[in-house]
């Protein structure tokens, strides 16, 4: 009996959860490097950072269908099913806000970004991947809690998601600079609200990491 107990719970869709995070992971630092190939005027290796980027998505996104499509009947969950849905797709969509970023950058024909602002954008994108990194470890320790319910562990996942609201507090003020930044630039009104979109997209990406993790403390919540 406790082996076929065991077996059960085997089955945990965090498992799926865990490498879906790192995918996305994967995806953001694949991102950094098309950002900055993206405002070099040298770097001619965006579309092939694109298309690494899309090919990362995919396999996201099959994992994704794994979890979703194929949970064991008798799968013992100890959370809502409803609440790890919710939970994976704020965890994709931060793949799709990289994915919509890239593509939006590529509707231009040349590089439109003002040289006084192409570091405070590496910045931004720096400020968001402090927040995407954490989301690895925050399943991971999430899938330890379900294993064991104690509330050390419960702690150690409550203060993983605090440091991801901060994190995602510094993208929001670093982006909130760098808007009030652009709008005070003498530049084209096309190139501005081109810019100015692809901050906010790429701000987005952080606010998406923020939502997971409140949908983490709310299945962990007593």
Known sequence: MKNALLSIFLTSPFEGLVKHA????ECIFKFKKAIECYVSLECEQFKILKGEVVKLEKEADKIKRGIRGHLPKGTMMP???????LFLKEQDNTID????????MSYRNKNNIPETIKEDLVVLVEAVI???EELPKM???????????????????KNIIRGIHTKEGNADKQEDSLKRKLFNMDIDSTSLFHVVRLVDIIGSIADHAENAGDMIRAMIAK
């Open 139 to 157: 399943v991971l320790e999430t899938k330890k809690y379900f294993e064991n319910f104690s509330d050390a562990q419960r702690d150690i996942v």
């Open 22 to 25: 790192e995918k996305v992971k």
């Open 79 to 85: 959370v809502d099913k409803f609440q790890l849905f």
């Open 97 to 104: 806000a990289i994915d919509e970023s890239l593509e939006w």
């Open 130 to 132: 402090e927040t995407i």
